[in-house]
């Protein structure tokens, strides 16, 4: 079983910077196809990915969000960060971290984040 705890969230403004940290129960990056990442759900919308880190250290970044948004990880390997830089509007969402640990999928329970013009 692994437990993702997320936090960080809550109001920013247009071109402002917000930080999301989520820590896991267990290190995750000691096995290179694990991974630990961000998702988003606006209201109305569909769950979206947001950027993911593997233990192989490749990153993805949806296109909206690349060049603005930075996720990285701290030793132990146990805790990734997303550093969110010039948020939009269009950025207010539901913030879920997600992670594939050995071949399970897991959820944290999400932190709100939003973003006024």
């Known amino acids: 079983q692994l437990e993702l705890v997320e936090s960080g969230g809550g109001l920013g403004q247009a071109g402002g910077s917000l930080r999301l940290s989520c820590v896991a129960s267990?290190?995750?990056?000691?096995?290179?196809?694990?991974?630990m990442g961000w998702y988003r759900q606006a209201p109305g919308k569909e769950r979206e990915l947001v950027a993911t880190?593997?233990?192989?250290?490749?990153?993805n970044y949806e296109d909206s969000v690349r060049g603005r948004f930075t996720i990285s990880r701290l030793n132990p390997k146990n805790t990734v960060y997303l550093q969110m830089d010039n948020l939009k509007p269009e950025d207010t969402a539901v913030y879920y971290c997600r992670s594939l640990y050995y071949g399970r999928i897991y959820w944290g329970r999400g932190t709100q984040v939003t973003v006024s013009s």
């Open positions: 880190l593997t233990g192989g250290n490749r990153t």
């Open positions: 267990r290190n995750i990056f000691t096995f290179i196809s694990n991974d």
